[in-house]
């Protein structure tokens, strides 16, 4: 792989990063973290997996990621000239927009009137899947792994037989009796 590559898949990279940090912030990774604007605390979208979740073939988003990210600076850049800032060239353009700005201009790109509405709501709901469902993964793995959406809804964890249920009814009550041909494991008779 040449540097140019290299360099290709890291602005891809970040660019989506961002962008799944806008959907859900979270905390920086290291301090100097670009992509991910530090907006809240605990982990966001992309320490959840938004990146790794848009990758799987399953979701259809992939072929368009490198696209995607194209056109998602190529919007970035019309923002801020439209507004007369000047984006610093160390980061992609939508990587340099405040974390203020890039909420701003998804809501744009996600307004009801957009013409590419359906691609950035797209991304969207992947970066919210990879959050509250962690879709990309393994259950028992994402709990292995401190998965943040899955922790911070308050996702059942499994019980000492490793079996994913609540201890009581979820809704405070039974909502239909057990029909008496059920077996001990819970399967019809």
Do not use: C
């Not at 000047?86 to 201009?105: I, Q």
């Amino acid at each position: 792989m040449t540097n140019d590559a290299s360099d290709e898949d890291d602005v891809r990279n970040s660019t989506l990063e961002a962008f799944a940090d806008t959907i859900i912030p979270g905390e920086k990774r290291w301090p100097g973290d670009r992509a991910v604007a530090g907006a809240s605390t605990g982990g966001g979208a992309v320490s959840a997996g938004a990146l790794a979740l848009l990758e799987q073939p399953g979701t259809g988003m992939s072929p368009a990621l490198d696209s995607l990210a194209v056109l998602l600076n190529e919007h970035a850049r019309e923002y801020a000239e439209a507004r007369g800032d000047t984006l610093d060239d160390d980061a992609p353009p939508f990587v340099a927009l405040s974390f203020a700005n890039r909420t701003e201009l998804v809501q744009q790109l996600t307004a009801p009137d957009h013409p590419e509405k359906s691609m950035w709501v797209g991304l969207a709901l992947f970066s919210n899947m990879a959050y509250d469902s962690a879709a990309h993964l393994n259950l028992a793995d994402a709990f292995a792994q401190g998965h943040p959406g899955l922790l911070a809804i308050g996702y059942a964890r499994p019980d000492a037989t490793g079996v994913y249920q609540f201890p009581q009814y979820s809704y405070g009550r039974a909502l239909a009796p057990i029909h008496p041909l059920t077996t001990a494991t819970g399967s019809p008779a």
